[in-house]
């Protein structure tokens, strides 16, 4: 009795000294899936942490909740760590641990065709926010195939980012880059068909990274080692699972989400090697990311690697979960 009853107290000590950290992630999407599957599955809590997510709905917003002390934890394309460094913040936000390694959006045309970037010249296509990563992306796959995203077609950037598939189901452009689950379902509704992937046409990009301030992460290396050390179980149990599998665990995320929608984008995603393995930040990652900016003309001035990424945290992680 004695045993079971000191069980039973250091399990409720676990659940009530749990330690909140407040995590703001850029959007709420099926992009972000080992994340899901690591607050579904328990593995923050496993390692003493209670994640409070909210959603910025835009890397500026997550951002000024990260500097204004709303969120201790930021989850967002690391350009934003970028340009926060170069305004000259003395307490600079860096990145520990990456999630995605490509971009998450697809071109979509009208019709089903064996497609080919020279066939894109003189064609409209519906496109993101100016300064956005989608648009800066879309913009870099045209240069590296020698198309001028000014001159030789025409990229629709003013419409807002909820309404783009709805335009392109209208009858505007010729082509739309879409994220998921938009893709998706232009392709089950026949209003459209997906011609390439952005993802892999762009190469390895770290599209998203948890960061925080360096203050922060002096302060509590140790909660940002057990953030890490979750994030790289979901990674893992992401890379072990099937497309049905995952769909069935982060459902909770997504309940107005069919689930063969859900598998079906889960599988998109697993199938072109969305997610990193391991939460390791790679350098040659960041030198792509700055070549992005700099071709959008986005970048005032390149930041050192070692100045806004840390690996430290990763490689424990690595080390203490294999």
């Known amino acids: 009795m004695l045993v079971t009853m000191t069980t039973l107290l250091n399990g409720c000590n676990r659940n009530t000294n749990l330690i909140t950290v407040r995590l703001n992630e850029v959007v709420h999407s099926i ?20 994640i409070e997510l909210t959603t ?13 002390n709303n969120a201790d934890i930021a989850f967002m394309g690391p350009e934003a760590s970028i340009y926060v460094k170069n305004e000259g913040k003395e307490d600079f936000v860096i990145n520990f641990a990456q999630l995605t390694q490509r971009a998450g959006n697809f071109l979509i045309g009208r019709t089903q065709e064996d ?44 419409i807002d980012y909820t309404a783009t598939a709805g335009s392109f189901i209208g009858g505007t452009g010729d082509y739309t880059a879409e994220f998921e689950p938009s893709a998706s ?111 959008a003309g986005e970048l005032d001035a390149r930041v050192k690697y070692d100045e806004i990424v840390t690996t430290e945290f990763a490689e424990e992680a690595i080390k203490n979960i294999e």
């Not at 910025?56 to 204004?68: F, Q, R, V, Y």
């Not at 648009?135 to 796959?141: A, K």
């Not at 909770?252 to 393995?277: E, G």
């Open 31 to 50: 992009f972000y899936a080992p994340q899901y599957v690591a607050m579904e599955k328990g593995f923050f809590r496993d390692e003493g942490l209670d």
């Open 185 to 295: 379902k232009i392709e089950n509704e026949g209003k459209g068909y997906v011609v390439t992937s952005l993802g892999i046409e762009s190469g390895l990009v770290p599209y998203t990274a948890y960061m925080a301030e360096r203050s922060y992460m002096k302060a509590n290396p140790d909660v940002i080692q057990k953030f890490t050390n979750a994030i790289y179980r979901g990674q893992l149990w992401v890379e072990e699972h099937t497309p049905e599998e995952i769909a069935k665990v982060i459902k909770p995320q997504f309940k107005d989400t069919d689930m063969d929608l859900l598998v079906q984008i889960i599988d998109r995603y697993k199938r072109q090697d969305t997610w990193r393995k391991d939460p390791y930040f790679e350098k040659a990652g960041m030198d792509l990311l700055q070549n992005i900016l700099d071709t």
């Open 56 to 68: 910025g709905w835009g890397a500026d917003k997550s951002m000024t909740a990260l500097i204004s």
């Open 115 to 158: 497609f080919d970037w020279d066939t894109i010249k003189g064609k409209t296509i519906i496109g993101g926010r100016p300064g956005g990563m989608p648009q800066m992306v879309l913009e870099y796959i045209l240069k590296i195939n020698n198309i001028d995203p000014h001159a030789d077609v025409e990229i629709l950037t003013n």
